[in-house]
């Protein structure tokens, strides 16, 4: 890795790392667990059934899907080819950090936030003619992928790689999605 990334994302991360408190601890701790999310998660779903039709919300949720698997495995793939350790593992800075969280495997780049922002770019693709309010779908995903930030469990280019892939990948995904519609309506 380029030495002065290197450098600006152990300034980055100390100092986002350490403008917590214990109060705060709590909120992030619960923010970053996808677990905590499931009735955000759940509202996505009705909102995909509520504005398309039935088969066609099956195929947009099967979209999302094979999306979310797509990100997962590459994600896994990327860190154990990579091999970065998380900034609380990093014997350089690590002692400079407030330990919440201790994950054990690597950094780069960011599944939160890959998945985070594949989920919200898809949301935001499908619902941006339905509602206004569609944008707002990256406000979680900030939210999410701050989280990661904020426990020192990532460097800042590991969220904005991962968040960036994420959206690539969406989008990718929605625009296969739109030439098997064009492709079924040709049948």
């Known amino acids: 890795m380029l030495e002065w990334i290197q450098v600006l994302d152990q300034k980055g991360i100390i100092y986002l790392n350490n403008l917590g408190t214990p109060a705060q601890d709590i909120f992030w701790s619960n923010a970053t667990k996808i677990t905590l999310w499931i009735p955000l998660y759940i509202y996505?779903?009705?909102?995909?059934?509520?504005?398309?039709?039935?088969?066609?919300?099956?195929?947009i949720a099967n979209t999302i899907f094979l999306a979310l698997a797509t990100t997962l495995l590459f994600t896994d793939v990327?860190?154990?080819f990579v091999v970065r350790d998380r900034p609380?593992?990093?014997?350089?800075?690590?002692?400079?950090?407030?330990?919440?969280?201790?994950?054990?495997?690597?950094?780069?780049?960011s599944g939160h936030a890959c998945n985070g922002f594949t989920i919200a770019t898809l949301m935001y693709l499908f619902l941006r003619t339905k509602t206004?309010?569609?944008?707002?779908v990256f406000l979680w995903a900030i939210l999410f992928s701050y989280s990661r930030l904020y426990l020192g469990v990532h460097y800042p280019s590991?969220?904005?790689?991962?968040?960036v892939v994420g959206v690539v990948i969406a989008y990718g995904f929605y625009r296969l999605h739109d030439i098997y519609i064009e492709y079924m309506k040709g049948k």
């Open 44 to 59: 996505f779903g009705y909102l995909i059934f509520k504005f398309y039709s039935k088969s066609e919300a099956v195929r």
């Open 78 to 80: 990327t860190k154990e």
């Open 88 to 109: 609380i593992n990093d014997v350089t800075i690590g002692g400079m950090l407030r330990l919440i969280i201790q994950p054990t495997d690597y950094s780069f780049f």
């Open 132 to 136: 206004k309010y569609a944008w707002m």
């Open 158 to 163: 590991d969220v904005l790689v991962g968040a």
